[in-house]
């Protein structure tokens, strides 16, 4: 790894741009194992070497993205798009850039000239129906994940995005169809199941979505989400011991599930432990509204 930019004044024009290449080479490895710091070291040195390189711009700038360095991340996408101006992956990832920033609109601009570019990338798509999401213009994004599916209908994560979306717009047997697609192509896939869970609970199906959520916590028991879900289920199966006891250990793996403390609010108030349950509705409120 580089520990800093070496002075490689003395280097011929050829072998600095051959440095500059393996620079480059090596911070794709090392951005492909997550390792984003080093990737940055070697980028900066092959920038600094050869600076008109397109990706190494691009990739640098991936690597401030994803550590969050999102003022980085867009300078350097903008010199990458400077040198490379129809370059889709320079767009879609300085629109990922502006999403996180909440910097809407431009992340919306940056989609769509990148998908005129490169009409069929899917992680572009997702990115704008995520965007769409956030804008709350459901259909728009309905619409981008059904074009995902369209592409290509093997990858159970997109039956689950789009089921996700048609749980948030409260279609419950779409949703459902959607999981079970997804599961059809990876029958453990945890968030399929714990998602099917739930829009199963939402149309009343307790038996169905009980079944989903425990082969869900056989996969991973630590799923505060499905632990969550499958205490609300049972307290409506009319077990609220054991929900309890789920709605206890969704808690302890997220202080902040706000959900869980008011479900479980409701089962102590059903119970007549009032002084428990003031304080679960006191935690939600103040985590929903800092009160």
Not at 67 to 76: H, N, P, Q, S
């Amino acid at each position: 790894m580089s520990e800093g930019i070496m002075d490689h004044s003395g280097l011929s024009e050829a072998a600095a741009q051959s440095r500059a290449s393996v620079l480059r080479s090596r911070a794709e490895s090392y951005i492909a194992l997550s390792r984003h710091d080093a990737a940055i070291a070697d980028l900066t040195e092959a920038i600094a070497l050869a600076p008109d390189n397109a990706r190494a711009w691009r990739l640098r700038g991936e690597s401030h993205r994803v550590t969050e360095r999102y003022e980085a991340a867009l300078e350097d996408f903008g010199e990458a798009l400077r040198l490379e101006p129809d370059s889709a992956y320079a767009l879609g990832s300085r629109g990922q850039t502006y999403a996180a920033m909440g910097r809407l609109d431009e992340a919306m601009d940056d989609f769509e000239h990148a998908l005129t570019l490169s009409p069929d990338s899917l992680w572009i798509l997702e990115a704008k129906a995520d965007v769409l999401v956030d804008l709350d213009r459901l259909d728009e994004a309905l619409a981008e994940h059904s074009k995902i599916i369209a592409l290509n209908e093997e990858l159970p994560y997109s039956w689950v995005a789009r089921g996700d979306l048609y749980q948030r717009m409260r279609l419950y047997p779409e949703a459902i169809a959607d999981y079970g697609k997804a599961l059809e192509a990876d029958p453990d896939y945890v968030r399929a199941l714990s998602r099917r869970g739930e829009a199963l609970r939402m149309l009343d199906r307790y038996e169905e979505a009980l079944a989903d959520l425990n082969r869900a916590l056989e996969l991973d028991p630590g799923n505060d989400r499905a632990l969550g879900s499958r205490g609300a289920v049972l307290s409506e199966l009319g077990d609220n011991e054991a929900a309890l006891k789920d709605l206890d250990a969704a808690i302890e793996l997220d202080p902040e599930y706000v959900w869980a403390f008011r479900v479980r609010g409701e089962i102590l108030q059903e119970l007549d432990r009032h002084e428990e349950a003031i304080s679960d509705f006191t935690q939600a409120l103040h985590l929903d509204f800092g009160d």
